[in-house]
């Protein structure tokens, strides 16, 4: 074995893990806000890890292009999807308070529900 081959095992596998450990979460956790982190952060950076370690494994091949745009494309969307599902999740009172340290979207909500509008007109 190369010392590619073992770089790219080491990174496919801590990628996995941490796939592996998101999906458990989305599983374990009790409400969406944590099932949301669970699904985003771990989740994405294992991603980038298998496609790193591809990366490496397949070093000098067109196809390290493609993983390239993959994991851009993945960082790009990843945090929009899980904002949204926040906001909607918070919307819809799916959550639990006595998770929160800090409730940042109770005042903006407060401010909607009132037809005060932010400087932008909404």
Do not use: C, W
Request: aromatic residues 4%.
């Amino acid at each position: 074995m190369s010392v590619s081959d073992i770089v790219a095992s080491v990174l496919i596998l801590a990628g996995s893990a941490l796939a592996l450990t998101a999906a458990i979460g989305v599983i374990r956790f009790p409400d969406t806000l944590s099932r949301m982190h669970a699904a985003t952060k771990p989740q994405v950076l294992g991603l980038l890890l298998v496609l790193a370690g591809a990366a490496v494994r397949l070093s000098g091949h067109v196809d390290v292009g493609m993983l390239i745009l993959t994991g851009l494309f993945t960082m790009i969307t990843a945090p929009v999807i899980a904002n949204r599902v926040g906001q909607l999740a918070y919307r819809e009172q799916n959550i639990r308070d006595d998770l929160l340290t800090r409730d940042e979207m109770h005042e903006f909500a407060a401010e909607r529900e009132h037809g005060d509008h932010d400087s932008r007109g909404r």
